[in-house]
């Protein structure tokens, strides 16, 4: 019995399934896919994946940041079925919930602390089991997607997992911007937006 062993631990959407993918196809008789990753969301497109190659799949989670993922392949997958394997990642881990940003520092007073607040507050929610399905960029908050800001990482983390970032145009156009993240919109989208959310978060 063949057993092929990936980690993707520290991989993002989609590369835990590419990486299990290219796994399937390299296997030549019955055997067993351990897949090792490091959040729910991966464990949700590789259980996806399983059911879309017919393969029995087994989850465990070892601890906050391990999950040991088993597929059983009883018959090789073909190389043509693996290409037109679609990855999604994971749209229903997004909430029914937009955050509208419309500023580079979150609360009022010092803006160096306001700052450290508004990235910890990015960092924060790129971490939630459930991500908003849209984060609205405006006026100030447009220098949060552009070169420099201290969250893109974070940005391109949630935008690979699903969710919308959009960055108002005309505020980027005023501030001189270019968005290195998401999209550029305008204000018909964000009305739009804002009020078919089931719910608005504005930090």
Request: proline share 3%; glycine share 8%; net charge negative.
């Amino acid at each position: 019995m063949e057993k092929i062993v990936v980690n993707a631990i520290g991989e993002q959407c989609p590369i835990p399934v590419v990486k299990a993918t290219k796994a399937l196809k390299a296997m030549k008789e019955a055997g067993e896919l351990e897949v090792h990753v490091d959040n729910d969301i991966a464990v949700q497109n590789l259980n996806r994946m399983a059911a879309k190659f017919g393969c029995k799949m087994r989850s465990e989670k070892q601890d906050e940041k391990h999950y040991v993922v088993t597929l059983d392949v009883v018959n090789p997958v073909a190389e043509s079925a693996a290409e037109e394997e679609e990855i999604v990642c994971a749209p229903n881990a997004l909430g029914a919930f937009v955050v509208a940003v419309d500023s580079s520092v979150m609360g009022r007073g010092s803006d160096e602390l306001g700052k450290t607040l508004m990235k910890g507050f990015l960092y924060a929610l790129s971490q939630l089991e459930q991500l908003p399905r849209t984060i609205l960029f405006y006026n100030g908050g447009a220098h949060l997607t552009a070169e420099g800001s201290d969250s893109l990482e974070d940005l391109r983390n949630m935008e690979a997992m699903g969710v919308e970032i959009l960055t108002c145009g005309t505020c980027a156009n005023f501030y001189q911007l270019t968005p290195v993240v998401g999209g550029v919109t305008n204000m018909y989208t964000i009305v739009e937006k804002l009020t078919a959310a089931a719910k608005v978060v504005k930090p």
